[in-house]
């Protein structure tokens, strides 16, 4: 099967995976990373390298190491430039070339990991790019081989990842996305099944690495090396491996209280050991974070809404992981941010769900969303009464009411089945409750049977006799995603192969019930009236019946003749039907004394 990936092109890091056996998952590389550094370097020998080794190259060599090349590719409207810190056209390069590096990189991973050739991809892009920069993006996919099945939004990448493509129509969510270099809200909204940006804002010169500089230079600063000139003045390749330093401990500080940097021979065979605190970091970090709030208050003045409308903050990129980040995120939205999915792989995740969805290899997760089968209960005469439908979009809830079939009947077996098929007996049984009621004549209990699906999959089945307002609950487990794939598919081609004695059948059955019905009430009838009526009307009753009955035992179940018998049958006893009537009337009036 042909495979389509799904990438992440990131301005710091880049992520690739696929959907494999309906899972979406990430591919690491030989070494086991997941996240390729956004990196590339032209060696003066003309070697290209990518990923963690060319960020190794850059201590040694930062004017052939290229990084944020995304930054060249697109900027927000009325945004400065940004000056890199090395000369593409020196290198002969472009950012559409260092683009496509790092995707071929990317998709040398994946096949490797997958051992087989891939040619096709959805990469994301941040929601602001405009035609031209979505179309760099596509250029670069093809020059690495790629045909780039789509181009999707950061942002929604993330919110499917998250799961919020559940959420109802005009759902609205808030995507706060703080990576390495740049930083992005957008405001996102559920029409049609499918996610709209509603607003966008942020700043291309806001990330992680702020960070990163400022401790370096706190690192730097705390050293106390004697004679030593400012960071800014240190040669490049020391500022570097200050820098390098500075990310762990940051990193290391998301979870811990204190980290210990230490640094061998960095100045003049003077090593640098120096502790810093999370409350230290936090310190440097503050003003850094809040910058992102003016953003997140522009989107949602932008999008027309308060807090109050969004049902969702997502937290996207790899520095939310920064308990203050998350403070911060928290006290601008009033509310909890959340953080059920890794914050730097959503966007990956994202595209690689959306890449399943467009070759198909995610049909059985989209399968979850819907009931594979009808779902519904035996009726009398063992017939299959579907209740939901195959294909409602859960969660869902549907009832009917029911009564019984039989005079003096105390209680009503359910059996809720699964299935296509009109006979009860040919749909899979999934539970059966027994409901009971006050016994009474024919068609007088009342019994509501609900359906409810929640969204995931569990069906309720609530019976309630009105009568007495007393229910009886069964809940069934993963009614919709239980059943096997395979399974559904040979319930519904049989359903469809045994279409026509199916229908016969139900047809046979509803005769049936009807002239089981007809029967005995014309019999009583006779036993009172027979009398009464002119003996040719008694002969023609009593040859329809005749025939009726005769048609019911016959081997051979010819549904045409039994209607047509019971339709004679039925227009043969109307002068009785009408006496009947009249007799009752009578009687009831006498009763009443008024005759
Ligand atoms: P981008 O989208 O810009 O390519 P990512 O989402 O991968 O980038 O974010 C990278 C940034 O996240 C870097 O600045 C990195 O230092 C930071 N980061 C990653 N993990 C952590 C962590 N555990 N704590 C704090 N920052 C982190
Ligand atoms: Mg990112």
Not at 133 to 145: I, M
Request: net charge negative; proline share 4%.
């Amino acid at each position: 099967m042909s495979l389509t990936l799904g990438i992440d092109l990131g301005t710091t890091n880049s992520l690739v995976g696929v959907v494999d056996s309906g899972f979406p998952i990430l591919l690491a590389d030989e070494e086991g990373r997941r996240i390729t550094p956004s990196a590339v370097n032209y060696g003066s020998d003309g070697a290209v390298t990518v990923g963690h080794a060319a960020l190794r190259a850059r201590a040694l060599d930062p004017a052939r190491t290229v990084t944020s090349v995304k930054r060249l590719l697109g900027r927000r409207a009325g945004e400065g430039d940004w000056r890199p810190p090395y000369d593409l056209r020196a290198l002969g390069t472009s950012p559409v070339d260092v683009s496509a590096e790092i995707l071929k990189r990317l998709r040398a991973i994946a096949e490797r990991a997958l051992e087989q050739t891939v040619t096709r991809a959805v990469i994301t892009v941040p929601a602001y790019f405009n035609d031209a920069q979505r179309s760099a993006t596509k250029k670069a996919g093809e020059l690495a081989g790629l045909t780039v099945e789509r181009i999707v939004s950061e942002p929604t990448a993330a919110a499917l990842a998250y799961g919020l493509d559940k959420l109802g129509e005009q759902g609205k969510i808030a995507v706060y996305d703080l990576g390495g270099g740049t930083f992005d809200v957008s405001i996102l909204e559920m029409r049609d099944g499918v996610f709209q940006v509603l607003a966008t804002a942020g700043d291309t010169q806001l990330g992680g690495d702020d960070v990163d500089r400022m401790v370096a230079a706190l690192l730097w600063r705390r050293a106390g090396f004697t004679d030593a000139p400012d960071y800014e003045a240190l040669p490049s390749a020391i500022q570097v491996r200050l820098i390098e330093a500075a990310e762990i401990a940051k990193k290391k500080l998301s979870t811990e209280d204190e980290a210990l940097i230490e640094l061998p021979f960095l100045w003049e065979k003077q090593s640098l050991h120096v502790t810093l605190t999370r409350a230290e970091l936090e310190k440097l970090a503050l003003p850094w974070v809040e910058r992102t709030r003016i953003h997140c208050l522009r989107a949602l003045s932008d999008a027309r809404l308060t807090n109050a409308d969004l049902a969702e903050v997502i937290l996207v990129g790899g520095s939310t992981r920064m308990p203050i980040v998350r403070q911060s995120v928290r006290e601008i939205f009033q509310r909890e941010p959340n953080i059920s999915q890794n914050p730097d792989e959503a966007v990956a995740m994202g595209a690689v769900i959306q890449a399943g969805i467009l070759s198909g290899s995610l049909r059985n997760v989209l399968l979850l969303d819907v009931t594979p089968l009808s779902l519904g209960i035996e009726t009398f005469g063992g017939l299959m009464n579907i209740i939901i439908p195959r294909n409602t979009t859960i969660p869902c809830k549907a009832g009917e009411m029911f009564t019984n079939a039989v005079a003096n009947q105390a209680d009503m077996l359910i059996r809720v089945l699964q299935g296509e098929r009109e006979l009860a007996k040919d749909n899979w049984e999934l539970g059966r409750i027994d409901v009971p009621f006050p016994p009474g004549p024919k068609g007088s209990a009342r019994v509501g049977v609900q359906f409810a699906i929640d969204a995931n999959g569990i069906l309720e089945v609530l019976a309630r006799d009105t009568a007495t307002n007393r229910d009886v609950v069964l809940e069934i487990q993963n009614t919709a995603v239980d059943v096997a794939d395979e399974r559904v598919e040979q319930m519904i081609s049989e359903s469809v192969e045994h279409a026509f004695e199916d229908m016969n059948e139900r047809i046979w059955t509803e005769a049936r019930l009807k002239a089981e019905e007809l029967l005995p009430a014309v019999d009583q009838a006779l036993a009172v009236l027979g009398s009464e009526i002119p003996a040719e009307d008694r002969a023609s009753i009593d040859a329809c019946a005749a025939t009726v009955k005769s048609l019911l035992t016959a081997a051979a179940h010819d549904v045409k003749a039994l209607k047509a018998a019971n339709q004679q049958l039925d227009e043969a006893t109307q002068n009785l039907a009408v006496l009947l009537v009249e007799k009752a009337m009578e009687e009831s009036l006498a009763r009443k004394g008024v005759l």
